[in-house]
């Protein structure tokens, strides 16, 4: 499209917060997109030229820092980030995907006993308990289908196609196809052949 | 270019627009005119809601310019959703559970290379959805079928009649009548009895 002219990045449902680097074409819609952003970096949220995030939800916790792309389209999807979240260029969330870099409480029982209680409406002057969580890392040119989740610790290669429901729970190779609770790879996804020279 | 007609169903505030090519019977139940806003298709009758069926709040038709839908007689759908760029019927007295996606296409290539391309013509699109011109291939649920909720029934699949799909699945490959089958992706698990007299 020669004669395109590109607009400045917007939010539909007000003012963006003011650590948020949005790029020129890119939209974000959704009343709730940032109704759980509570980071406090510098940037917290940079989004690339040309997304689409319909529907987005980005729940940043205080330390966290999510960085995507030019030209991704992500529908309905929910981005929980204690760490990190990086995403590569065109890379699909369909419908209701969710990335969480964090378990957001820890496993071991008393902790979490404790951590609860931290919690809850008794917990006033309480430390939280410290629970794991690690970076998210996705390709460029990733697809992730409607309902599919991606946890903590991950890292998608290029080109990857995660079939809709996937619960990835282990790094995915590039180009790799995947399905299923936990993910398996079911088919390599050949590269183009170059042409004859 | 398929004209609107003003409807105004139970859970409607005030009357709406819907395309005219959608085709509900009069004994059939739609919440909101609200789940047809995304039924782009210019196909006769793409939509059909036969005797009885029942279309409940939540649920919406994502339908594609050359996409058709038929509901069956009685069929109970909770709030599913469906991605329909070729053909998905639901079969009579089948029921449907909530955030079920039922979708014929993926509306992306496979490859990288491709995908690459549709999302950079999405990200300079008034329109802002993906829709590549990739192959549909026909869902069909049969009759007295019973989808659990959130599951994801994956293009070209046929749900045999009677059968019982688990809550969460994602339905992969065909199932067969009166079985039961769950899990992601899903897995047989046992088979049904057939009643006298069905088909």
Redesign the interface.
Known sequence: ?PD?IPQPGRWASGELPANVVLGE?S?ITGPKAFARFRSTREPALVIG????L?GAHFAINPAGQVTIG????FYGSVLLCELEIRIG??V?LG??TTLSDSDFHPTEVAERHADVLACSTLGEGLARRPYPSRPIVIG????I???ATVLKGVTIG??A?I?????VSKDVPP?A?V???PAKVIEM?PS?TPPPS | MIAKVQRQFAGDWEPAEMPENIVIDDTAYVHTVYCFDLVRSELPAAVTLARGSQVNDGAMFDIGPRGRVHIGECALLTSP?FLCDAEITVGAYTMISW?V?L?DS?R?P????G??QE??R???SGW?K?GADVPARPVRIGRDVWIGF???V?PGVTIGDGAIVGA???V?EDVEPYTVVA???ARFVKRLAKPEGFP
Do not use: K, Q
Not at chain 2, 110 to 113: M, T, V
């Open positions: 499209m395109h074409d939209l030229r040309g997304c689409t319909d030019d030209a991704c389209a260029h065109h699909y419908w209701n460029n040119d990733v697809y289908g409607h309902n290029d080109g196609f079939e809709p429901g996937a619960m180009r196809r399905i299923g609770n996804i183009p | 959703w955030s996606v979708m993926y992306v496979l490859d990288p290379e995908r690459r999302l950079d999405v990200a300079r802002r993906i959130e599951c994801v994956l969460r699945s994602v992969a899990g992601n992706p």
